[in-house]
C-alpha cells in the first residue's frame, strides 16, 4: 500500500447509520481517503448526501440493475484497501455468509478480494438467534473480521447486545488492519496467550489484583492470529474489545488460569504467559462481607502454583514457552536471566515496571527480548508492535528448531 489508504465503507439499513458518519470522520481523521456504498434501506435512515458532503465523493447506493456502472463500482471497490462494514444488519449479513449479491453492497462483497471488517448492529434476540451465530462464524470462516457489538440499551428499548460498536473501535479495527503486514509465519501452529491480571478474594466483595490491563497479551493474540495460527487467549479480568477469531477463556483466579493452561497445554505449539498472576491467594475466603469490626485485619496467604513451572515439568518435546518478567529497574534484566533458567523457558520478555510511559496498562511498551544463545532489545513502541517484533523472533526461533529457516526481516 503506498499514500494515503482507501477505505471502503458500506452502510446497510439500521439505525446505528447515523453513527457512520461519526464513523468516516474518524476513519477520516486517521489520515484514510473514504469512498461510501449504501444499501437502499440504509439510505432511509440516512441521506447519501450526508456521506457526499463528508467523503468528497459521490456515494453509490441501490439495487444491480437501477445502478448505472455497476462493474465500473465493484472495480472502483476493489481497488480500495479495506472495505469496512458498518452497520452491518442481519438481512445483510446473512446474505454475505451465503454468497448473496442482490445489490450493489452484496455484489461489492463478493467481488472483493481485500481485507473485510464488519460491524454488526441488531435487536438481541436478533443477534443471539442460531442463525446469525451461525452465520457470523461463517463469515469469520471467509476471513471477515468482525467487530462484536456492544452490550447497552438498545433503540428498540430493550438492554443486551447488539448495539454496534463504538465508531472509536471500529477505527482501531481498520487502522490495526490495514498496518499488518501480512506474515503468516505462524500458520498451522496453535498458540495460547495467557493476558491480564488474576483476582484473588478475599471474601465476597474484595480481592487482592494488580495493574494489568491484558493490553500486551491480546496484542500478542491478534497478531499470532494474523499470522495464521489457531489463537487461544486465556484472560484474566480484561476489558478490551474481543480480538476477532480469537477463542476467548475467562480465567480470572490463578487457579482458574493453571487450570486452563494445563487443560490446553498437550496441544498446543506455543504458549506466552503475558499475564499478571497473583504470587499469594487466601487460604480462607470468608463467604460473606468481612466486617469492621477488628482493629486489625490478617489474611492468611498461601503461594499460588506456579503456572510456567508447573509446565516445565508437563511440557513435551518441540513446545515453545515464552514468559515475560515484569521487573523493577534496569537491573530487572539479570534476574529475568535467571527467570529464564529457573523456569525452564525458550524465551522471556522483560520489561521495566518502575516505568509510567510502558509495561502495566500503557499503550506502550519497551522490552529485551531473552534466549539461553542471546538478548535483544526492541525500543518503545506501541504494544502492537512490539507483539509483532516478538512473533517475529519466536517463529524464526521454531521454524529454526523445525530445520525451517525465515529470511531476517
Ligand atoms: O497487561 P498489560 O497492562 O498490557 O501489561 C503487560 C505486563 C506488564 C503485565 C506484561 O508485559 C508482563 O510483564 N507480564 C508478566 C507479569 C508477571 O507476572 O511477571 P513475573 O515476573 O511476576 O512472572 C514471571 C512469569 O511467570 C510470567 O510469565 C508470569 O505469567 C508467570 N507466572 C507468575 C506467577 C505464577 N503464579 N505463575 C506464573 O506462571
Sequence with gaps: MTGQPTVLLGVTGGIAAYKSAELLRGLQKAGMDVRVIM????????????????????VHTGDLLRADSTIAHIEEGNAADLFVIAPLTANTLAKMANGLADNLLTATYLAYSGTVVAAPSMNTNMW?????????????????????????????????????????????????????????????????????????????????????SGKMGVALARAAFDRG??????????????APGVREHDTPTA????????????????????????????????????????????????????????????????????????????????????KLKRKNLDMIVFNDISRSDIGFNSDYNEVIILTPGGESKVGRAPKETVAEIILDHTAREVRARRGEFLPVT
Design 255 to 338: 487457579r482458574a488460569m493453571y487450570r486452563k493452561v494445563m487443560d490446553l497445554l498437550p496441544d498446543i505449539d506455543i504458549l506466552f504467559m503475558a499475564a499478571a498472576v497473583a504470587d499469594y491467594q487466601a487460604i480462607d475466603t470468608a463467604a460473606g462481607k468481612m466486617g469492621k469490626s477488628q482493629d486489625h485485619l490478617s489474611v492468611r496467604l498461601e503461594p499460588t502454583a506456579d503456572i510456567l513451572c508447573e509446565v516445565a515439568t508437563e511440557r513435551r518435546d518441540g513446545q515453545f514457552i515464552v514468559g515475560f518478567a515484569a521487573e523493577f529497574g534496569p537491573e530487572g534484566l539479570s534476574r529475568s536471566r535467571e
Design 39 to 58: 444499501t437502499d434501506a440504509a439510505t432511509r435512515f440516512v441521506a447519501p448526501l450526508t456521506f457526499e458532503t463528508l467523503s468528497g465523493h459521490a
Design 128 to 212: 443471539n438467534h442460531p442463525a446469525t451465530q451461525r452465520n457470523v462464524a461463517t463469515l469469520r470462516e471467509q476471513g471477515v473480521f468482525v467487530v462484536e457489538p456492544g452490550a447497552g440499551e438498545l433503540a428498540c428499548g430493550v438492554y443486551g447486545s447488539g448495539r454496534m460498536a463504538e465508531p472509536d473501535s471500529i477505527v482501531a479495527e481498520v487502522k490495526h488492519r490495514l498496518q499488518v503486514v501480512r506474515k503468516t509465519d505462524l500458520r498451522g501452529m496453535r498458540v495460547a496467550i495467557t493476558a491480564g491480571g488474576t483476582r484473588e478474594p478475599i471474601d465476597a466483595v474484595r480481592y487482592m489484583g494488580n495493574r494489568s
Design 229 to 242: 495460527a489457531s489463537v487461544d487467549l486465556i484472560k484474566a479480568n480484561i476489558d478490551l474489545p474481543r
